[in-house]
């Protein structure tokens, strides 16, 4: 069983269309990280939320974390090619160090 | 800096068989780690070492043991290898417990 639970497993859109992807769980976190991992390499850390209702920006990317830290979504708008990848949410219930992944969303966007 | 490396890229054993992966880190990162990715179930964690000397199981650490060989080494041994461990196994390092990860490339197993 996931602790963290993320929607939808599998986006494909065109590009210059928005996209949501979610991750929920019924813990709390001190934190949440998102990653996103290219085809044959590791995950790259996107951003880390910390505070309940933050919201943060990347360029085209904004990251809300919920305001009871159970959950938190990740919004690309006007989606490009090079957005393509699994994205991972993951977080430490415990607050003992050890990150506990999503199972990902893969999105893809075509030209 | 070369970040996280892990060697091989690539391996097939055959089941019965042992051998180790190997990952280093040259961030002088305190926290190591070493995970599985299999389809549809995201990274699980196998086993982590929070600082130099000390190590602790994670959620799947059933058929690894891992050494801490030093503050910039930590490897992964499966002794007797099996088809369920078949998987990408990616190694990652922190500055502490907690903190982002940095990971390596990975090493995709095959056990046949």
């Known amino acids: 069983t996931q602790l963290l639970e993320q929607s939808p497993q599998f986006l494909s859109i065109q590009e210059g269309e928005n996209l949501t992807v979610y991750c929920n769980s019924s813990?709390?976190?001190?934190?949440l990280q998102w990653y996103r991992q290219e085809p044959g390499e590791g995950p790259v850390l996107l951003v880390t939320?910390?505070?309940?209702?933050e919201v943060k920006k990347l360029k085209r990317l904004t990251f809300q974390f919920g305001d009871a830290r159970k959950d938190s979504s990740l919004h690309i708008t006007a989606a490009q090619p090079g957005d393509t990848g699994l994205y991972l949410c993951a977080g430490d219930p415990d607050s003992w160090g050890k990150l506990q992944f999503g199972a990902g969303t893969q999105v893809v966007v075509t030209p | 800096n070369a970040g996280v490396t892990q060697t091989p890229k690539f391996q097939v054993l055959k089941t019965g068989q042992s051998m180790t992966l190997q990952c280093a880190q040259d961030?002088?990162?305190?926290?190591m780690y070493w995970y599985r990715q299999d389809p549809g179930m995201g990274l699980r964690l196998i086993y982590y070492s929070a600082s130099e000397g000390t190590t602790d199981k994670g959620e799947v650490p059933n058929g690894y043991n891992v050494s801490r060989l030093n503050k910039r080494e930590f490897s992964l041994r499966l002794e007797s290898a099996a088809p369920s461990q078949t998987s990408v196994y990616f190694c990652?390092?922190?500055?502490?417990?907690?903190?982002?990860?940095?990971f390596g490339p990975g090493t995709r197993l095959t056990v046949l």
């Open positions: 813990s709390v976190f001190s934190s």
């Open positions: 961030m002088n990162h305190n926290s």
């Open positions: 939320v910390v505070t309940g209702g």
């Open positions: 990652a390092s922190g500055r502490l417990a907690g903190d982002e990860q940095f």
